[in-house]
């Protein structure tokens, strides 16, 4: 994914959901889509709309002018289930290899009890997705999950030479993370430790 994508505001994808729901449900499945921690986290938000706009659909099915919001309400139920599932199976994974230190593929596959191209797909939609450091690839001939400095390099800077190194356990994702500054994020889903 290119770094220079416009993410829209939640004040933004909030007026538009008021105003031209469908725009608001799209900016808000985009930000999901671009935002690492919104894509772990705010499965609920999205459940929570899905309930809202289901109520509102059928409580003004009859005049017909709920069965775009029944129909927008079911959208939001389905993604809210989905993204559900893939934030507990994106946690999931992060555990093993980052917390496990489990980098080979058929180890991961074992396990999680999924075949080892479910897995292998999986960890590749996760790099794609930025859920990995940077330079993190599946080297083919090991079958194994490369990351660079899977021990932390932060320590190595000076500018951040400001508390002793520690290993600090994310609240989102669940991964470690070498921390050396006060004001630190999570290297794999970019959300304040």
């Known amino acids: 994914m290119e770094e220079n994508v416009k993410v829209r505001s939640w004040g933004a994808i909030v007026v538009a959901f008021i ?3 469908p725009l608001g449900l799209y900016w808000y499945i985009k930000r999901l889509n ?3 921690n919104d894509a772990l986290n705010s499965w609920k938000v999205m459940l929570g709309f899905g309930i809202w706009f289901t109520f509102l659909g059928l409580s003004t099915a009859g005049v017909g002018v709920g ?3 029944l129909i927008g309400g079911i ?3 389905v993604s809210a289930i989905v993204h559900k599932s893939n934030a507990k199976k994106t946690k999931k994974y992060l555990s093993i ?5 489990v980098t080979q593929i058929v180890n991961i596959a074992s396990s999680t009890g999924k075949s080892v191209d479910t897995v292998r797909a999986d960890i590749q939609k996760m790099i794609d997705k930025r859920f990995l450091k940077a330079g993190t690839y599946i080297d083919a001939s090991t079958d194994e999950v490369k990351i660079p400095n899977m021990s932390g390099s932060a320590a190595s800077t000076p ?4 508390i002793p190194p520690k290993t600090v356990v ?3 994702c669940g991964a470690n993370n070498t921390v050396t500054s006060a004001a630190s994020v999570c ?5 304040a430790l």
Not at 187 to 191: A, K, N
């Open 159 to 162: 500018e951040n030479a400001s």
């Open 97 to 101: 290899i980052i917390n496990g230190g």
């Open 19 to 21: 105003l031209f729901w």
């Open 34 to 36: 671009i935002n690492r």
């Open 75 to 77: 959208i939001l139920l």
């Open 187 to 191: 290297e794999y889903c970019g959300s």
């Open 170 to 172: 994310c609240k989102c």
């Open 67 to 69: 069965v775009p919001y």
